[in-house]
């Protein structure tokens, strides 16, 4: 299958560049895959489509202010960094954006000089490792000198600020609870606590599970056939408390609903749902035969994206970029910042 069967044209002022000014103000698209329906709704609206004993699973990860600043201790040269993983203590797998490479085994001085790093390793498309120390915790230097990792298609000409402030708080869900992703699980950022406090005082369960959100997700597929395309590894976990309220909402004939693609690329890395710890690179296209989900919460993905593609194997490719041509029709706020579609 051709990745260009996965094409759209979207105008450019779509791209949401602020999030609502409030969570609960994001639209939402719903979509009937038996019927191909669609109905236009805001996401408090969630609460006319489930009950008791569907299930609402959750990615609890928390985005690290990842995005830091520094210069080359050799040649005071300017140096951006992305923090994407940790893969052993105090190496990093990072992005770096400057005018020229550093070598393996140059220094790098951080964070205003509370960090230092060191160059292990210079790989592709940017990516390098480093060993990065520092005399504090780095989650606490991060906390003061970091800003939050946003994509690219957020492009302000000018960031002040008060919108770090704002992009702190509102690129974040609010049950963020594991510090560890690159970017946002963005279907989440649209849940207020009241919202989920009136899905579960009508019996909708909650099931958090933790899939740390790494940059390979949200990079376009290059390759002309999708199956020559290779997903990234991303590190996830499943307690045996969210197991068993997945399996017992499934038992009792409930949907197991899942809140953005993360927790769909959990879910469908199991066999069967239970505990769990490890990583996955699963690449879900059509076709394809869910076993877990049931329905989905996502926003709105890049043209030829993975996450469209997996959209597109859940609800048919056909409906859903008749789902995106309606969407952007309606002036539907698309990606990270934008709004929502269920597919039911």
Sequence with gaps: ???????????????????????????????????????????????????????????????????????????GGKVELLLLEETKPTEWKVLMKTSRRPKVGDKLELCSGKATAT??????????????????PLMEILDEEGVPPLPPYIARKEQTHEQIQTDRERYQTVYAAEPGAAAAPTA????????????????????????????????????EIITDHEMHHERYAISEKAAQTINTAESAGGKVVAVGSTSVRTLESLPTIGKAEGSTNIFIYPPYEFKT????????????????????????????????????????????????????
């Design 293 to 344: 989900v049931d329905a989905i919460l996502t926003n709105f993905h890049l043209p030829q994206s993975t996450l469209l593609m997996m959209m597109s194997a859940f609800a048919g490719r056909e409906s859903m970029l008749r789902a995106y041509e309606t969407a952007i029709e309606e002036k539907y706020r698309f990606f990270s910042y934008g709004d929502c579609m269920l597919i039911l």
């Design 1 to 75: 299958m051709k990745t260009n069967l996965f094409d759209y044209v979207l105008p450019p002022e779509l791209i949401a560049q602020h999030p609502p000014q409030r969570r609960e103000l994001a639209r939402m698209m719903v979509l009937h895959r038996d019927s191909g329906k669609i109905e236009h709704r805001t996401i408090t609206d969630i609460v006319d489509y489930l009950r008791a004993p569907d299930v609402l699973v959750l990615n609890n990860t928390k985005v690290i202010p990842a995005r830091i600043f520094g210069h080359k201790a050799a040649s």
């Design 119 to 136: 160059m292990l390793y210079d790989g592709e498309q940017g990516e390098a490792v480093l060993k990065i120390e520092s005399d504090r």
């Design 188 to 223: 989440g950022l649209h849940f207020t606590p009241e919202l989920l406090q009136t899905l579960e005082d009508q019996g909708v369960k909650k099931a958090e599970l933790t899939l740390h959100v790494g940059l390979g997700t949200f990079r376009p597929v290059s390759a």
